[in-house]
């Protein structure tokens, strides 16, 4: 599975906004890693971040 997509189904799955740090503890990704998809997702628009420092999948947003 590319990072990209266990990135977003753990966002999805998680179902509120977390942290990078907790993405990367439950996907067993490096931080570093995480961070850097991060970015490239919401560039993408695929991630958003409501709440400092917290991610969620963008079409979590309004559910």
């Known amino acids: 599975m590319e990072i990209r997509e266990m990135i977003l ?7 509120n ?4 740090a907790t993405i990367a503890q439950l996907t067993g990704l490096d931080k570093r890693v995480v961070a850097q998809a991060l970015v490239l997702l919401k560039r993408d628009g695929e991630v958003i971040s409501p709440v400092r420092s ?7 947003n309004g559910d």
């Open 9 to 15: 189904q753990t966002l999805k799955a998680a179902g």
């Open 17 to 20: 906004p977390i942290s990078a």
């Open 54 to 60: 917290r991610w969620q999948a963008a079409e979590q």
